[in-house]
């Protein structure tokens, strides 16, 4: 298949290995400006993906290896087990429900172990690059694989970001857009608008646009109108983590979408993958949900739009039940949201 241009990759090393250095797309800050901000530490780059400078679980993963990487420049001879295991930790604890991260910095821990004081810095270096480039292969493989699963002439509703910016290049929701929209079989994507922190208007829209796909930016809470007037033909979101049994934690609003795809007999697709499945949480109430700041709730950027003072509940994440699921699209394929298919993805 040919796949239409990728427009943006938010994440980026400049250098060699030994004096090169981290550079992340600032997010927070599109669609009105886009400015890239230098990181030279892993503690500064745990905080970039704390602040959500980059967001989005592939993304997550890939910026934390390269923080590995930075840990690695900054101890030099000093390297040693005790104080990388340290630097894992600082970013590992950045954000808690996306496993991605934890998965990439296990594979860069598997890398360090395997290494000795002098290849250690290029032994990671290479870990980062190989976890970049396969990230933007999976999210390919995953978008052909779902593309597959749709008719012509399809509209497909989607939340929160999913794409280029919340990988390391084409996107996982939105790889199947994208995929889709190469074979023609695209006619529109309603991108749900995703408050309180508004991924979908600010960064979906976005990359849409660059893109020159038919796309239209919906409120929240239109999707069960737009469903109710058989406006929507199939409904595709992200995942931060997948538990075992298939029950999937993504960006807060996509339960409430599950289920109204469900009363309107729609079919409700996950698009994630492999390392965003979690075979060691069971179901979805392991899933631990990142409680944030009320201040997203009650102000947008500077202005306030809510009383001073108002009590607001900021759950970053909800769990969408596996029997909701129609079906979880990966690179390897597509299976059944139950035990036996996420087990299936992992037979060989």
Same mark, same amino acid.
């Given at each position: ?55 989005? %679980?592939? *993304?997550?993963?890939? =910026? &934390?290896?390269?923080? #590995?990487?930075? +840990? !690695? ?92 910016? %919340?990988? *390391?290049?084409?996107? =996982? &929701?939105?790889?199947? #857009?994208?995929? +889709? !929209? ?98 060691? =949480? &069971? ?66």
């Amino acid at each position: 298949m040919t796949h239409p241009m990728t427009t943006v990759t938010p994440v980026r090393w400049v250098g060699d290995a030994r004096t090169g250095h981290l550079e992340l797309l600032d997010q927070r800050l599109l669609p009105g400006e886009e400015t890239w901000r230098v990181y030279h530490t892993y503690e500064t780059t745990a905080g970039a993906i704390r602040d959500m400078v980059v967001r989005g %679980a592939p *993304a997550i993963g890939v =910026t &934390a290896a390269w923080g #590995v990487v930075l +840990a !690695a420049q900054e101890l030099g001879i000093e390297i040693s087990a005790e104080a990388m295991a340290n630097a894992v930790d600082v970013l590992g604890d950045a954000r808690p429900t996306a496993v991605n991260l934890h998965w990439a910095l296990e594979r860069m821990g598997r890398v360090l172990d395997a290494s000795t004081k002098d290849d250690a810095l290029d032994n990671v270096f290479a870990e980062a690059e190989r976890i970049r480039d396969e990230d933007v292969a999976t999210n390919r493989a995953i978008g052909d694989n779902g593309a597959a699963l749709l008719d012509s002439d399809v509209r497909i509703l989607t939340i929160c970001n999913t794409g280029s910016l %919340a990988t *390391a290049g084409y996107g =996982t &929701a939105l790889g199947i #857009v994208r995929s +889709a !929209a190469s074979t023609g079989k695209l006619t529109r994507v309603y991108a749900c608008e995703t408050r309180p922190y508004l991924q979908g208007a600010r960064l979906t829209m976005w990359e849409l646009m660059k893109d020159g796909l038919p796309s239209t930016l919906i409120t929240d809470s239109m999707a069960g109108h737009l469903m109710q007037r058989g406006e929507v033909d199939v409904v595709i979101a992200g995942a931060d983590r997948i538990a075992a049994n298939g029950d999937t934690a993504n960006k807060i609003g996509t339960f409430s979408l599950a289920v109204l795809a469900h009363h309107h007999d729609l079919p409700f697709y996950i698009a994630a993958p492999l390392s965003t499945i979690d075979r060691a =949480t &069971a179901d979805g109430t392991g899933i631990p949900i990142e409680q944030r700041s009320a201040e997203e709730v009650t102000r947008i950027k500077d202005v306030s739009i809510a009383p001073d003072g108002a009590d607001a509940l900021h759950p970053a994440f909800d769990v969408t039940p596996a029997q909701l699921i129609t079906g979880i699209v990966t690179e390897k394929g597509v299976v059944e949201a139950t035990e036996a298919g996420i087990a299936s993805l992992f037979a060989d």
